[in-house]
Antibody, heavy 122, light 107 residues
């Protein structure tokens, strides 16, 4: 069974950089692609980006110039770095596995971490 | 970006009822449509992928249908644990986008 666990700093200040890590167990980073998704308080879900097992990335253009997602295959974890934070970045951040049933099928997010709340406030 | 619009935004129903939730895409997404259930303080849970395939472990009272731009999630014989918020999500093209959610409450 695949399990994901986010770890993060909790409160951060405006203009600072957010660093989050997602530890994966029960699967290898080489078999799927891996994503970050966030949810602002009381709001819906926003896709942030994902990284393929190759290390190639796809980012949401709304965050593209502030965002980096990276793999650490030696630790079986992946990370998110989001720069120049504002209050609008306050959200629960989820990591998730992006998977598909077969090589030609559409993708879905089938395993999620429990989420970590990041509050941006001075 | 592909806009995903769910209706209704909220819905009240009773245990045992049948309910349907609609999701419309702003352009054709073939069958690249997934449904999730989210309960308060929990991560979303995948219910249905590729519009109509039930995820392993999801009760058969959940079903999905549709293609191109119009999709439906149906829940028959509502159970107490089904009261939650439901989201559709397109995986056809990036940026990946979600519907705004449909909150299902107990009447």
């Amino acid at each position: 069974q695949v399990q994901l666990q986010e770890s993060g700093p909790g409160p951060v200040k405006p203009s600072e950089t957010l660093s989050l890590t997602c530890i994966v167990s029960g699967d290898s980073l080489s078999t799927s692609s891996w994503s970050w998704i966030r949810q602002s308080p009381g709001k819906g879900l926003e896709w942030i980006g994902y990284i393929y097992s190759s290390g190639n990335t796809r980012y949401n253009p709304s965050l593209n110039n502030r965002l980096t997602i990276a793999l650490d295959t030696s630790r079986n974890q992946f990370s998110l770095t989001l720069r120049s934070l504002t209050a609008a970045d306050t959200a629960v951040y989820y990591c998730a596995r992006r998977h598909r049933r077969d090589k030609s099928g559409p993708y879905f997010f089938d395993s999620w971490g429990q989420g970590t709340l990041v509050t941006v406030s001075s | 970006d592909i806009q995903m619009t769910q209706s209704p935004s909220s819905l009240s129903a009773s245990v045992g009822d049948r309910v349907t939730i609609s999701c419309r895409a702003s352009q054709s997404i073939a069958n690249n449509l997934n449904w999730y259930q989210q309960k308060p303080l929990h991560a979303p849970r995948l219910l249905i992928y590729t519009a109509s395939t039930l995820q392993t472990g999801v009760p058969s009272r959940f079903s999905g249908s549709g293609s191109e731009t119009n999709f439906t999630l149906a829940i028959t014989s509502l159970q107490p644990e089904d009261f939650a918020t439901y989201y559709c999500q397109q995986s056809y093209i990036t940026p990946i986008t979600f519907g705004q959610g449909t909150r299902l409450d107990i009447k």
